[in-house]
């Protein structure tokens, strides 16, 4: 089980050959298409963004803010990372145009 806060956690992840983020219901089916956004570009700002703005949700959940451009637009992406069967994952939770 990895420690750390979740920077330092979403940092080594991203580091690791074949990265890849799971997205939840809301962000991909939801948010995607209302914002016209693609899924590999959003999934590019996670992966080399800007991570600003640690926060608690309102579920007790430790969330980062990755922020980045996709098409010449700026996106805020938010990002959990869970523990599953013992190793990390990122998780997007939501995505919004700045």
Known sequence: MA??????????LRKQPG???VWTY???VERLPEYDLDKL?????????????PEINMDGQETIHVGGNVDGQMVDIVV???????????????????
Request: glycine fraction near 6%.
């Open 3 to 12: 420690k750390g806060d979740i920077a330092d956690r979403l940092r080594a």
């Open 80 to 98: 959990c990372v869970r523990e599953c069967q013992g190793e990390d994952i990122a998780v997007i939770v939501t995505v919004k145009p700045k």
């Open 41 to 53: 570009s959003c999934e590019r700002v996670v992966k080399n963004g800007f991570m600003h703005s």
């Open 19 to 21: 990265f890849c983020p």
């Open 26 to 28: 809301h962000a991909e």
